[in-house]
């Protein structure tokens, strides 16, 4: 599996509830310049609509190489997820508060995948505990690198 392009926003922004895996439409150049590493999830989105699912605002580079014609960097990219996956997502976004979001972009058997989240956003004061809990992990981490070497 070789990662594209990650969402590293996406859990400090929100907690993770649920995960899926999803084959991406794309046209040829698209493809091209994914494989040189031309793709960034930051800022986009999941949508649904008229039971489809559809990645929003994503960016892929225009392919280099390519003759006259080139699809619009932040087109609107449908979402390969089977029914069932579909009617669970459904259900779980009209909950108050649940989302989805793209965390990550990959290869797996020549096939470019995104991996989408159910999440649920966190609040101000849930992102500095985060952050404090993560700094504290570091220096406990550190203290203890440095008692190993004694």
């Known amino acids: 599996m070789d990662i594209i392009s990650n969402n590293k926003k996406a859990f400090h922004e929100y907690f993770i ?27 986009s989105f999941v949508i649904i609509k008229n039971d489809e699912v559809f990645l929003k605002n994503a960016y892929i580079k225009p392919y280099d190489k390519t003759s006259s014609f080139s699809p619009d960097t932040r087109r609107d990219r449908k979402l390969l997820l089977n029914k069932e996956e ?14 989805l979001i793209p965390l990550k972009s990959y290869f797996k058997n020549n096939k470019v995948k995104v991996q989408i989240a159910l999440a649920k956003g966190k609040k101000l004061y849930d992102k500095k505990e985060a952050l404090k809990e993560k700094s504290q992990k570091r220096e406990i981490e550190q203290a203890t690198k440095h008692l190993k070497k004694y």
């Open 86 to 99: 579909i009617q669970k997502l459904i259900r779980a976004t009209k909950e108050k508060g649940y989302t």
């Open 17 to 43: 509830e649920d995960t899926f895996e999803a084959g991406i439409v794309l046209v040829g150049s698209e493809v091209k310049s994914i494989r040189a590493g031309s793709m960034s999830l930051l800022e």
